[in-house]
């Protein structure tokens, strides 16, 4: 099946209503068998490009994942990166903050866990979270340490917006790349996916009575996802909404994209200079010598 990337793209300052939006698409793939093949492909693609990525060493790689409970984060970041060098990649989960965490500014937590050039950074959770659980659940921000002014400002959340898309700019002219990925999913698979948590033994550890409580906001957070994503996506640092009701599916079609753009970096291996080349031949006539 051929999928156009370009649909799952928010452009810039568009107004996104994400009921228009799938949350499954037909399946990229025709069996369980040709499934494992075509992910096994794209990791062995992204394998190889993170190597040259790290040997490259000019750009930095950010990935930033948002979605629903229960909509298959873990799984794809666990699936797609199966194959990369752990040397190159960090994945760091973001949940409730620290007490020093909130004595400092809403996106100092994760800033220090930014990729460096050469690595791909993966944030499970990130400071979205910021303009999405608290916007719909605001007395999170009284909590949150924050001048009385900043709390009853109407336009708090358009100030966050552009705090983020400020720094996303900042990133991407030193040499940052973001990609950010949401993953769609429908209400009635969440609620077929908490069943399967708690009729599953070894899965009730990933269950939690609070997740079924979130389910009663989910017009507001619809709502919420959106007017971030409008707000948000750009042609440095776009979201892509991810049709996640099928995982097998979702999983492809994000390994696709961290290919394609691993791939539009025109990455290479370092060019030796002369000297680095002669220097290499006298070594290679040394260690020849040697085993003689």
Known sequence: MHVDY??????????????????????LYRSKEEYKEMLAENVRQLS????????????????????????????????????????????????????????HDFLWRTNRSLPERGSIGIFNRSYYEE???????????????????M???????????????????????????IVKFFLHLSQEEQRKRFL????TPEKNWKFSAADVEERQYWKQYMLAYEACFSATSTHYAPWYVVPADDKKSARLLVSNIIVQTLESLK????????????????????????GR
């Open 267 to 290: 990455l290479s291996y370092p060019e030796a200079t002369p000297q680095r080349l002669q220097e290499l031949a006298d070594i290679r006539q040394r260690l020849m010598r040697e």
């Open 48 to 103: 190889t490009l993170q190597q040259v990525h790290y040997a490259d060493n000019r750009y930095a790689l950010l990935l930033i994942f948002q979605a629903m409970d229960a909509a298959g984060k873990d799984s794809v970041i666990k699936h797609v990166m199966s194959g990369v060098n752990p040397q190159g990649c960090q994945v760091f989960s973001f949940k409730h903050p620290s007490a020093e965490e909130l004595d």
């Open 131 to 149: 303009v999405l659980i608290v916007r719909v659940h605001p007395h999170i921000l009284a909590m949150q340490g924050v001048p009385d002014a």
């Open 6 to 27: 370009n649909a799952l793209r928010i452009r810039e300052g568009e107004k996104v209503n994400l009921a228009k939006r799938p949350t499954m698409i037909e399946p």
């Open 196 to 199: 399967d948590r708690i009729d």
């Open 151 to 177: 709390i009853n400002d109407e336009k708090v959340w358009e100030h966050r917006y552009h705090s983020i898309v400020n720094m996303e700019r900042h990133l991407y002219h030193n040499g940052t790349r």
